[in-house]
């Protein structure tokens, strides 16, 4: 399998490294410890299609948002971490 | 040895090119061209294995992958391969093989007395047996299943042969060169698509090998070669032959294997054994064709049994006859096609015995019993005779003397590749079969694993297929067909006939995994009334087989036992591999030293020329300690490499330390969100040690960072997390913080470092340093700075130490390592300057209560390891909200402390577990455990550091050490893990 880093092209999947569901925004550092508990804990775990952070470990490090499906493995999108940010 | 069952002509085979081989030390011969179970059969060799359960005799039963019975263990010595089928095997010359699962002898086998036992040896009979008690799983149950049952043995010397894996990208990729796949690619190709075309057979051509038919005009062989020529001056067409698409996986990706060497006696030099090729196929077409099924009757597994499609080819392609005296049974026109090509080849066929009411008219000449099936094979260790009676009768009514049974039940679409991904194939009536949807994604399958059985019919799907494919590429299609016209044997008119009812003797469904039709039905009756259990409470299906030929005879008998059609029941999931593949394919080169990457030091020659003994740290290679003359144990040279530092000087490679470059105006702010401790106020010049945390809360690792620059700052990071801590800053960066002006690059392998050590550190440092005041006020503890070396080496210089010594660590760029090395080494030669290896460092850095990757371990608190200070309270750092949660704040959390034994010299253990003394050791008297230990020369004695449940308000408590792994037990006190100069005297010297 093959993914398309937005810099590289498309690069076979063992370059990268998956993270996980890309979690909702940092809360900000006042907020409750509830808020980062979510944060940090807790996930989706969507069957279907979902946003994940991987990073092009072995290519040109950067994070990248990969919209793909939990079941069929199809990827829709790969796009720099940063655009959402 | 004559091949009596061979014929003087036909077949494609080289009678000028004689072959000698051995099969279990017989000697005989055969042809290049053969397989293994061609030259076996030509030489009248039938029994050729013993069965995985029951030990029966067992004969060659196909002409393929499909084999479930003659399995044999090929070539002597380390490259001993057990489970290889004969079928598949090319013959060489000096072949040798052995059958498997027999003892003493083939002929004579002791264990066939399980057949006797066979009433208790049905389906489940493992589970229910070997149940009680849970003790005797291991040591008494495995040990006797592992002797009697299991296949054939491996060899426990080390594979000289090499593998390979290499990638591929292609438009099209056909699975299978018969007429189907040789048609796609032919089409796809003549039209311009990049084509990869593999087969598991030793030539490409399928069944029009096989067959005795005309393709426009020329005989199938003939055809396929011309097919070849052509697809071979194609340079954008890859052809492999014996090669196996062994896997179908996401997004178009393909796992084969190319058995490059298997055909030779040994792989020629510089050539892989086998390759694991993995092709990337925008598109691909299934042209796996069909597998054969038996019949399922009465002691169907004799040696003599044959599927009628393997008889053909037996007696087409090798010039071999099956038997002398064959009897043929089936439930379709095939059996005329059958009958001719054995009379053709000689054998005398001495009935047909057909299901169906009606033989649609061929007269075949021969005694014909109508609407009759065989429904006993008789004989011992090979076929003497069938019983024939009518298919309902429930009895036999003739004896026929034979030598072989050729038996055909119709063919099964071998979609096995296709539902890798999780398809689930449906029943066709019309075919008497299990298809799939003709497209599933980019494979589109095609020709008779779509159930597109007729040879001409094959060509045309190949055709379409391949102009479908080209479509979805974009690429104009060739309507001009490959084929115009194929002349062969009527076929078809099947009925579907699966087994005989109340057939006597055992009727196989799973040949390899022993499965007969009254396990399936008594699985049935105990309840495990869905295909999948049935599958894993009988076996049926499982294993290297995957229910190749069996699955849907298997399915028709769980179908009637159940009251439900067969499309109700379904077949069970086939996994990749479809057939095995071998571990030596799957590693490739990542085998023995090579199976990591191996990392080492630039000074590593050095180390190893002055007595280092290495030892592994992640990838890295590190010395452990320098074994001198004399010395005979690695503590006697640890203590002495203590020693020497601790009183003159000592030097130590920390080159694998991460060391990470970060630079840019937001580069202290960005350093104040990975740790706990600030970085803005760090003055230009100065070291600092940081401590930073994950997200949750706990330490994630430390190391020192200096600030080299007003926006350039060195991160070092422990030696294991290196990467990891280099992937987290890129994470902060990247996603959490992107509007920090920072960069970042990881320099660990552009710099060697080493430390230098002990109270004349300075001294050896002076000399070797360019006009650089070393003084402790010019350079007092922790500052750090660019310089150069030997008259003009680029240095860096950081006064930090791990060892509590008075130390530097000396970064030059990775090239200079060993020359600085060996010039801190000669400069420190006045003062007996020693390198010292990881025990050592370790030791020194126990003896302080410093903590490493022991203590570091992911569940510790920056408060468990005495550093709660730390934590800035002014700022905002990765790990601050929840590092607060009141779990990790608790008072009874275990903290660091030192740990000393109470009685002088005993050892101290790492992880044994502290309890109260007289406590029970259970979990819940559990009051730490030992994280680090080393003998401490400094104090003469053994040390450890350890946690203890608030530790740091037990100080002079004892506690029992029980360890567990070395089942020893020992009283320690608790101390201060500051255990030597816990002022600091040293380092600030």
Redesign the interface.
Known sequence: ??IKCPYCGWR?IEEF?V?GEVPPP??A?D?D?GE??D???IDQNTRGRTRE?W?H?GGC???LIVERDTVS???FSVI???EV? | MPQLYRNSSGGQIDRADLLRFSFDGKKYTGYTGDTLASALLANGVRLVGRSFKYHRPRGILTAGVEEPNALVEMRPGPRREPNTRATVVELYDGLEAKSQNRWPSLKFDVMSVNQMLAPFLTAGFYYKTFMWPPSFWEPVYESIIRRAAGLGRVSEAADPDHYEKS?AHCDLLVIGAGPTGLAAALTAARAGARVIIADEGAKLGGALLSERLAVDDMAGDAWVRSAIEELESMPHVRMFARTTVFGR???G?YGLVERVADHLPEPPPNTPRQTLWRV?AKRSILASGAIERPIVFGDNDRPGVMLAGAARTYANRYAVQPGKKVVVCGNSDDIARTVADLGAAGCQVVAVVDTRPQSNGVDLGRPIYRNSVVRRALGGQYVQAAEIGEVDSGISTEKVDCDAIVVTGGWSPNINVATHLGARPSYDPDIVGFTLPEHQGEMTVAGSAMGDFGTMDCFSAGERAANACLGALGIAPRNAPVVNDVDEAPFGNMQAFFYVRNAKGKSFVDFQNDVIAKDLRQAVQEGYDSAEHAKRYTTFGMATDQGKTGSLNGAAILADAMGRTIGEVGVTTARPPYTPVSLGAWSGHAAGAEFMPTRRTPMHGWHEANGAEFVEAGLWYRPAYYLRKGEQTWLEASDREVEATRSSVGISDVSTLGKIDIQGPDAGRFLNKLYINGWTKLAVGKARYGLMLR??GMVMDDGTTSRLGEEHYLMTTTTANAAGVM?HI??CH???W?EFDVQYVSVTEQWAQMAIAGPRARDVLTRVVDDVDLSNEAFPFMAARDLTILGGMPARLFRISFSGELAYELAVPADYGTAAWKAVMAAGAPYGITPYGLEALGAMRIEKGHAAGQELDGRTTADDLGLGGMMSKAK?FVG???S??PGLVAEDRPKLVGLRPTTPGERVSAGAHLLPKGAEPVIANDQGWISSAAHSPTLDSWIGLGFVKNGRNRMGERLIAKDFVREREYEVEIVSPHMVDPKGEKLHA
């Open positions: 399998m093959r076979s490294t993270r940092r809360p550092e907020a410890t980062f508990v944060y940090v804990y952070h990073q470990t490090r950067m994070w493995h199809e990827i720099d971490a940063r940010a | 990638n996986y996401d997004a990706t990337f997200e949750d992937a890129e994470y990247q996603v959490i992107p905002d601050k909200p929840l607060q949660r």
